[in-house]
């Protein structure tokens, strides 16, 4: 009698799963030149895609600002002598994204007066989503929530399009306690978004920030598993063909 573990034993492929990675860093923009557009509205970087929006122009442009520069049109996200705040006050973050609120020069790939949007209640968002289902997030937010207005901006985590968990920006202060973040002008800090606090896996981030900023160092952990296809259908197969046998026996 051929019992059940030999036909899994006749199967290898039956638990094979799709291994990728086990972090994704979403740093296309790392290694550019200051004011590099590093996204144009909307680009594929294979793993991953971003899009871009700025509602108050007629340009969507995700602009690399290097916040070791000095003398810029946009001092709060230079480092300068050290972030007034926050949880990463001494720390270097190099380069970061933008939403570009001027086209001085961009013709060219390289705008000459790298600026973050500061338009209120929206300056814009990012839209980042990735070809796998991760359940862990990290991001540096530089310069959010200015001296003008608190930040009113949000983080929302989705999969197949369906909202996972969002988080007012502001909010994160009070529920991640831990962390320690201090959001204001000229500040930096790194937002840890561990699968407990997410509540659930995530194939997309949307960053909406309202007034100046910038964002930095992004990274997703914690891959799901999907079985393939072929290996589920060759199971089933296995399960089907003992049963088949199971009752010509019996009969």
Not at 55 to 83: A, C, H, K, S, Y
Not at 107 to 125: L, Q, R, T
Not at 172 to 181: G, S
């Given at each position: 009698?051929?019992?059940?573990?030999?036909v899994?034993?006749?199967?290898?492929?039956?638990?094979?799963?799709?291994?990728?990675?086990?972090a994704?860093?979403?740093?296309?923009?790392?290694?550019?030149?200051?004011?590099?557009i590093a996204v144009d509205g909307f680009e594929d970087f294979g793993a991953y895609s971003v899009d871009v929006v700025n509602p108050n122009r007629d340009f969507d442009l995700g602009v690399t600002f290097d916040t070791n520069q000095n003398g810029t049109t946009d001092p709060?996200?230079?480092?300068?002598?050290?972030?007034?705040?926050g949880n990463l006050a001494d720390e270097r973050i190099g380069d970061a994204l933008i939403l570009q609120e001027n086209f001085t020069g961009c013709g060219d790939g390289v705008c000459d007066d790298p600026d973050d949007e500061g338009g209120f209640p929206i300056a814009g968002s990012w839209v980042f989503t990735l070809d796998d289902l991760f359940t862990t997030f990290s991001i540096d937010l530089v310069d959010l929530g200015d001296h003008r207005t608190p930040e009113a901006g949000f983080i929302r985590f989705a999969s197949e399009g369906r909202t996972?968990?969002?988080?007012?920006?502001?909010?994160?202060?009070?529920?991640?306690?831990?962390?320690?973040?201090?959001?204001?002008?000229?500040?930096?800090?790194?937002v840890v978004f561990d699968a407990e606090f997410i509540g659930g896996a995530f194939d997309s981030i949307e960053i909406l920030v309202s007034g100046s900023g910038a964002i930095a160092n992004?990274?997703?952990?914690?891959?799901?598993?999907?079985?393939?296809?072929?290996?589920?259908?060759?199971?089933?197969?296995?399960?089907?063909?003992?049963?088949?046998?199971?009752?010509?026996?019996?009969?």
């Amino acid at each position: 009698m051929l019992r059940l573990p030999h036909v899994l034993a006749a199967l290898p492929l039956a638990f094979t799963v799709a291994s990728p990675s086990s972090a994704l860093l979403l740093d296309f923009y790392e290694g550019l030149d200051h004011g590099a557009i590093a996204v144009d509205g909307f680009e594929d970087f294979g793993a991953y895609s971003v899009d871009v929006v700025n509602p108050n122009r007629d340009f969507d442009l995700g602009v690399t600002f290097d916040t070791n520069q000095n003398g810029t049109t946009d001092p709060d996200i230079e480092f300068g002598d050290g972030w007034s705040g926050g949880n990463l006050a001494d720390e270097r973050i190099g380069d970061a994204l933008i939403l570009q609120e001027n086209f001085t020069g961009c013709g060219d790939g390289v705008c000459d007066d790298p600026d973050d949007e500061g338009g209120f209640p929206i300056a814009g968002s990012w839209v980042f989503t990735l070809d796998d289902l991760f359940t862990t997030f990290s991001i540096d937010l530089v310069d959010l929530g200015d001296h003008r207005t608190p930040e009113a901006g949000f983080i929302r985590f989705a999969s197949e399009g369906r909202t996972v968990n969002l988080f007012v920006i502001e909010d994160l202060v009070d529920l991640l306690p831990d962390q320690e973040i201090e959001f204001g002008q000229d500040t930096a800090n790194r937002v840890v978004f561990d699968a407990e606090f997410i509540g659930g896996a995530f194939d997309s981030i949307e960053i909406l920030v309202s007034g100046s900023g910038a964002i930095a160092n992004l990274r997703a952990e914690g891959t799901v598993p999907v079985p393939e296809p072929s290996t589920a259908a060759l199971l089933g197969f296995g399960l089907t063909a003992l049963a088949a046998r199971n009752r010509r026996r019996r009969s």
